[in-house]
């Protein structure tokens, strides 16, 4: 048995089902106790959870970023909000050179079990500086986890993941996200984690693997129901789910499968998550590709503003579905 | 400072040597250019109401008084910078209502060409430097702003704007260093509302009487202003900014003001965080507006006739800028590439090889 529940709503279930199992496990950000958090995803915990799990702090990113890394170093789980992703470059120095490098330079003698969450999208008008999507930034340095869950089922999954995990890890929600719905299994029937490094098949297909990861998943779904609607060509949908560790099998599975990919990536194409899965691709599947591997990214440029275009800058169904029918 | 210290009678600054020259149509200026500030927004909410522009809105109202009572004080090469809450700062350097409800609407008469929005509002030739989307990240901005000058051998200042809580941000407390180490004239521009977000500044900073106390630790010079007298913000901040300009000394001037509505549109229900007696007392009894209105009538300034006009032509100004907005052209996909770097809007070797982008 599932329920329908948002995606915030599940994010909300596996943070407060972690919170129940793990009495180390604290909440952290700006705005996530009092206010209920700035998108809701923490909305009631502080209620239930008091002070002490729930904690406001003030916008001092590096400052109570860094806080939870040392404490997480001492055996507290911390859950930190980013309220935009886009505000990791206050924390940046904490971000990769204390949590990616700890563990490391120590020799393995100090582990950081934290999580870093929240938003990391484009697509909602807000410019430049609140629109980075850094999951491919963050993958770059060892040390770290990153994963973008698409869906709620997965939401949910994975943030329970991430909270049992030794090392630290990020996740990449998208706003945009938070009010859509899926089944997400009933808790009465065991607990419900997705593990880290797990691609997952969304929908299958024989012609051309769409291979995406966050909101992407929603719009290569879309432009599959539309290229076997409208065009008779069957694409399977691969979701990463996570980028690091990232799913090299299920990736090379796919592509020996259909022989054709392209790759749709929320992040900038320069470096981006599709960069490097195109490289794996080549290095490991290069015999099986009928054409090149494609992608359709966020045109490289600063996020625009401008409500009128926005979305075109963003991958959409319409250029996913262009982008196959050019490789006819 | 709290609603009791403001409760408290407080010196008249109409006095002091900024303010007691101030001839009738320059008060009456002053006035003119916070109502524009209000009906401007109030107008600009009424339209992202109606869905026609994005992203978020911060309001200013309240608050006016801080900017232009500050930036009234501009000479030659005074320069200005603040956060996302940029409206009212664009406004009174004497930007458009056009330029800026057109870049809210998105489009391609905006003031950023619809690329930065209603958080990025820029007019680097009246020394604004605009609207900037990072908490406190517009701290040090100002700071380099401040050693330009001093660089470039110009006698000036950079007032420089933050909220009560980017105070808390460690990029504040490094500029305050420097600029205290290297004699830099820039002002720092505490506007205390009282809350970040839904967070009491109580509740984000801890402090002894006041924020800008902080100063004392990196030995500036500081003070605090009654941000809805718009006479105290002139007087005040104009010692400053002399003394920033001739001696070249930084400080931190903490405007104690108040936002009536939420943090943005999306936070409307500001009163969740606050009770509704306190949004009254603010609007009854400390509004920049009214006050300097009152004032104005009593001193036989203008009539209250007059002052409603000067509202309803501010009102109708506001109108037009929205259909001017709504007339203007969207930008294309093609817009979406320029402005990203100097050589792709020049014609040049490389602009035309487009090595710069990464497009399939
Ligand atoms: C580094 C960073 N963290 C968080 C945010 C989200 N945010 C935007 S405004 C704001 C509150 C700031 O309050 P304050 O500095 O008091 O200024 P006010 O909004 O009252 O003018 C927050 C948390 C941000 N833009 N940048």
Same mark, same amino acid.
């Given at each position: 048995?599932?329920?329908?529940?948002?995606?915030?709503?599940?994010?909300?279930?596996?943070?407060?089902?972690?919170?129940?199992?793990?009495?180390?496990?604290?909440?952290?950000?700006?705005?996530?106790?009092?206010?209920?958090?700035?998108?809701?995803?923490?909305?009631?915990?502080?209620?239930?959870?008091?002070?002490?799990?729930?904690?406001?702090?003030?916008?001092?990113?590096?400052?109570?970023?860094?806080?939870?890394?040392?404490?997480?170093?001492?055996?507290?789980?911390?859950?930190?909000?980013?309220?935009?992703?886009?505000?990791?470059?206050? !924390?940046?120095?904490?971000?990769?050179?204390?949590?990616?490098?700890?563990?490391?330079?120590?020799?393995?003698?100090?582990?950081?079990?934290?999580?870093?969450?929240?938003?990391?999208?484009?697509?909602?008008?807000?410019?430049?500086?609140?629109?980075?999507?850094?999951?491919?930034?963050?993958?770059?340095?060892?040390?770290?986890?990153?994963?973008?869950?698409?869906?709620?089922?997965?939401?949910?999954?994975?943030?329970?993941? !991430?909270?049992?995990?030794?090392?630290?890890?990020?996740?990449?929600?998208?706003?945009?996200?938070?009010?859509?719905?899926?089944?997400?299994?009933?808790?009465?029937?065991?607990?419900?984690?997705?593990?880290?490094?797990?691609?997952?098949?969304?929908?299958?297909?024989?012609?051309?693997?769409?291979?995406?990861?966050?909101?992407?998943?929603?719009?290569?779904?879309?432009? !599959?129901?539309?290229?076997?609607?409208?065009?008779?060509?069957?694409?399977?949908?691969?979701?990463?789910?996570?980028?690091?560790?990232?799913?090299?099998? !299920?990736?090379?599975?796919?592509?020996?499968?259909?022989?054709?990919?392209?790759?749709?990536?929320?992040?900038?194409?320069?470096?981006?998550?599709?960069?490097?899965?195109?490289?794996?691709?080549?290095?490991?599947?290069?015999?099986?590709?009928?054409?090149?591997?494609?992608?359709?990214?966020?045109?490289?440029?600063?996020?625009?503003?401008?409500?009128?275009?926005?979305?075109?800058?963003?991958?959409?169904?319409?250029?996913?579905?262009?982008?196959?029918?050019?490789?006819? | =400072?709290?609603?009791?210290?403001?409760?408290?009678?407080?010196?008249?600054?109409?006095?002091?040597?900024?303010?007691?020259?101030?001839?009738?149509?320059?008060?009456?200026?002053?006035?003119?250019?916070?109502?524009?500030?209000?009906?401007?927004?109030?107008?600009?909410?009424?339209?992202?109401?109606? @869905? +026609?522009?994005?992203?978020?809105?911060?309001?200013?109202?309240?608050?006016?008084?801080?900017?232009?009572?500050?930036?009234?004080?501009?000479? %030659?090469?005074?320069?200005?910078?603040?956060?996302?809450?940029?409206?009212?700062?664009?406004?009174?350097?004497? *930007?458009? =209502?056009?330029?800026?409800?057109?870049?809210?609407?998105?489009?391609?008469?905006?003031?950023?060409?619809?690329?930065?929005?209603?958080?990025?509002?820029?007019?680097?030739?009246?020394?604004?430097?605009?609207?900037?989307?990072?908490?406190?990240?517009?701290?040090?901005?100002?700071?380099?702003?401040?050693?330009?000058?001093?660089?470039?051998?110009?006698?000036?200042?950079?007032?420089?704007?933050?909220?009560?809580?980017?105070?808390?941000?460690?990029?504040?407390?490094?500029?305050?260093?420097?600029?205290?180490?290297?004699?830099?004239?820039?002002?720092?521009?505490?506007?205390?509302?009282?809350?970040? *977000?839904?967070?009491?500044?109580?509740?984000?900073?801890?402090?002894?009487?006041?924020?800008?106390?902080?100063?004392? @630790?990196?030995? =500036?010079?500081?003070?605090?202003?009654?941000?809805?007298?718009?006479?105290?913000?002139?007087?005040?901040?104009?010692?400053?900014?002399?003394?920033?300009? +001739? %001696?070249?000394?930084?400080?931190?001037?903490?405007?104690?003001?108040?936002?009536?509505?939420?943090?943005?549109?999306?936070?409307?229900?500001?009163?969740?965080?606050?009770?509704?007696?306190?949004?009254? $007392?603010?609007?009854?009894?400390?509004?920049?507006?009214?006050?300097?209105?009152?004032?104005?009538?009593?001193?036989?300034?203008?009539?209250?006739?007059?002052?409603?006009?000067?509202?309803?032509?501010?009102?109708?100004?506001?109108?037009?800028?929205?259909?001017?907005?709504?007339?203007?052209?969207?930008?294309?996909?093609?817009?979406?590439?320029?402005?990203?770097?100097? %050589?792709?809007?020049? $014609?040049?070797?490389?602009? +035309?090889?487009?090595?710069?982008?990464?497009?399939?």
């Amino acid at each position: 048995m599932s329920r329908t529940l948002t995606y915030r709503e599940a994010l909300r279930e596996g943070l407060d089902e972690e919170l129940a199992r793990d009495p180390n496990v604290v909440l952290m950000g700006e705005e996530v106790a009092q206010y209920n958090g700035a998108y809701k995803v923490t909305e009631g915990l502080w209620k239930k959870w008091g002070d002490k799990r729930i904690v406001d702090t003030p916008i001092s990113e590096a400052g109570f970023i860094g806080m939870g890394i040392g404490a997480s170093m001492l055996g507290v789980r911390p859950v930190m909000e980013l309220m935009f992703w886009s505000f990791h470059s206050v !924390a940046f120095d904490q971000l990769v050179n204390n949590a990616a490098c700890v563990r490391y330079m120590s020799g393995g003698l100090i582990n950081c079990p934290i999580v870093m969450r929240g938003p990391a999208n484009g697509g909602t008008n807000v410019g430049a500086t609140h629109s980075h999507i850094p999951e491919g930034l963050f993958a770059a340095f060892p040390g770290l986890k990153v994963c973008a869950p698409a869906t709620p089922a997965d939401a949910k999954g994975l943030i329970k993941a !991430a909270i049992r995990d030794n090392d630290p890890v990020y996740v990449m929600e998208n706003t945009l996200l938070y009010g859509t719905t899926g089944e997400v299994p009933d808790p009465a029937e065991g607990d419900h984690v997705v593990p880290l490094g797990k691609a997952d098949v969304k929908r299958e297909g024989t012609d051309i693997s769409l291979i995406a990861h966050g909101r992407s998943v929603i719009h290569a779904l879309a432009a !599959a129901e539309t290229l076997q609607a409208e065009h008779g060509i069957s694409a399977e949908v691969l979701d990463l789910r996570s980028i690091r560790p990232l799913d090299v099998d !299920a990736i090379l599975a796919t592509v020996r499968k259909t022989n054709r990919v392209v790759l749709v990536d929320e992040s900038k194409p320069f470096g981006g998550v599709s960069a490097m899965v195109a490289t794996l691709i080549q290095e490991h599947a290069f015999d099986y590709l009928d054409a090149p591997v494609k992608r359709v990214c966020t045109i490289d440029a600063p996020a625009i503003y401008s409500p009128h275009i926005e979305n075109q800058q963003l991958p959409n169904p319409g250029r996913i579905v262009e982008k196959v029918l050019s490789m006819r | =400072m709290s609603t009791a210290q403001l409760d408290t009678p407080r010196l008249d600054f109409a006095g002091s040597p900024i303010n007691r020259d101030l001839t009738p149509d320059q008060k009456i200026d002053l006035f003119r250019q916070m109502v524009r500030i209000r009906r401007f927004e109030q107008t600009a909410l009424k339209y992202y109401n109606a @869905g +026609k522009m994005g992203g978020f809105l911060h309001l200013y109202i309240g608050q006016e008084a801080v900017a232009v009572g500050t930036i009234s004080l501009k000479l %030659e090469n005074d320069h200005f910078i603040t956060a996302y809450r940029d409206h009212g700062h664009a406004l009174s350097v004497g *930007m458009g =209502m056009n330029e800026c409800m057109a870049e809210m609407y998105g489009k391609q008469t905006g003031c950023s060409k619809g690329k930065g929005g209603s958080m990025h509002f820029f007019a680097p030739d009246k020394g604004y430097w605009g609207g900037h989307g990072i908490v406190g990240g517009q701290t040090p901005l100002g700071l380099g702003l401040a050693y330009g000058l001093k660089y470039l051998e110009k006698e000036g200042c950079c007032l420089c704007y933050l909220g009560d809580g980017a105070v808390n941000q460690g990029a504040f407390h490094e500029s305050l260093n420097i600029a205290a180490l290297f004699n830099l004239p820039v002002i720092y521009v505490i506007e205390n509302n009282g809350y970040s *977000m839904g967070t009491s500044q109580k509740r984000s900073s801890s402090y002894r009487g006041c924020l800008a106390q902080r100063a004392e @630790g990196y030995d =500036m010079e500081w003070d605090v202003i009654d941000g809805s007298d718009i006479y105290e913000v002139r007087a005040k901040t104009h010692i400053a900014m002399e003394r920033a300009r +001739k %001696e070249q000394k930084p400080a931190i001037l903490e405007i104690s003001t108040y936002r009536y509505y939420g943090h943005s549109v999306a936070d409307a229900n500001a009163k969740k965080y606050r009770t509704p007696e306190e949004i009254e $007392n603010y609007k009854q009894n400390h509004d920049p507006i009214t006050l300097f209105r009152r004032r104005l009538v009593a001193e036989g300034i203008f009539t209250e006739e007059q002052a409603d006009q000067i509202s309803k032509e501010a009102a109708d100004e506001a109108a037009a800028s929205a259909k001017f907005a709504e007339e203007s052209p969207a930008p294309t996909v093609a817009d979406i590439m320029t402005d990203v770097y100097w %050589e792709s809007d020049n $014609n040049t070797e490389a602009s +035309k090889t487009g090595w710069h982008f990464f497009n399939d």
